[in-house]
T-cell receptor, first 115, second 112 residues
Framework: DTEVTQTPKHLVMGMTNKKSLKCEQH?????MYWYKQKAKKPPELMFV???????INESVPSRFSPECPNSSLLNLHLHALQPEDSALYLC??????????????FGEGSRLTVL | EDQVTQSPEALRLQEGESSSLNCSYT??????LFWYRQDPGKGPEFLFT???AGEEKEKERLKATLTKKESFLHITAPKPEDSATYLC?????????????FGRGTSLIVHP
């Protein structure tokens, strides 16, 4: 079983809705990541937090808003999304600081459908 | 620009038929190459980390090897439960930090 927990597993939302994806890890990892993955494509990096501070934003549209309330939690707030934003959203964590990198531990993902 | 290329894109094997997946990379100073397994609709699961040419790692029917230009994931006597997409990633310098850059993956299907 994965030690990175993502909720909800499935989310359907309209283009005017506001929703949030949540991620939690209890491995003491200090770096947390959001990835977006489309079918038959590799994970695409969106955001990286290190020690609860945003370290990397891959020029993601502002309709995606990340938040890291503490070292164990990571949220992704969604607002005014487009149908092309439908994808599997993956949260991951790693042990070291961003800069040392290391293996990522992924959650099972949140499958988002935008109508 | 750092790049990761995986081949083949898809592979179909009969149960017990051994084979290898390839991951070729170009990176300025390798700081780690990773293999992940991903089942449909799930997040990738970490398998191996390799750091230097000549290094090998094994886990059950899987064995990962590394040269200066590529890595191989050898699958010995595969079973249907080995069916998955296998992703390769290398640490890539990104705005002062090292972040994994993923290849497109190899989709493996093992028929009973």
């Amino acid at each position: 079983d994965t030690e990175v927990t993502q909720t909800p597993k499935h989310l359907v939302m309209g283009m005017t809705n506001k929703k949030s994806l949540k991620c939690e890890q209890h491995m003491g990892h200090r770096a947390m990541y959001w990835y977006k993955q489309k079918a038959k494509k590799p994970p695409e990096l969106m955001f990286v937090y290190s020690y609860e501070k945003l370290s990397i934003n891959e020029s993601v549209p502002s309709r995606f808003s990340p938040e890291c309330p503490n070292s164990s939690l990571l949220n992704l707030h969604l607002h005014a999304l487009q149908p092309e934003d439908s994808a599997l959203y993956l949260c991951a964590s790693s042990q070291g600081l961003v800069g040392l990198g290391g293996e990522l531990f992924f959650g099972e993902g949140s499958r988002l459908t935008v109508l | 620009e750092d790049q990761v290329t995986q081949s083949p894109e898809a592979l179909r094997l009969q149960e017990g038929e051994s084979s290898s997946l390839n991951c070729s990379y170009t990176v300025s100073g390798l700081r780690g190459l990773f293999w992940y397994r991903q089942d449909p609709g799930k997040g990738p699961e970490f398998l191996f980390t390799l750091y230097s040419a000549g290094e090998e790692k094994e886990k059950e029917r899987l064995k990962a090897t590394l040269t200066k230009k590529e890595s191989f994931l050898h699958i010995t006597a595969p079973k249907p439960e080995d069916s998955a997409t296998y992703l390769c990633a290398v640490q890539s310098l990104h705005g002062g930090s090292y972040i994994p850059t993923f290849g497109r993956g190899t989709s493996l299907i093992v028929h009973p």
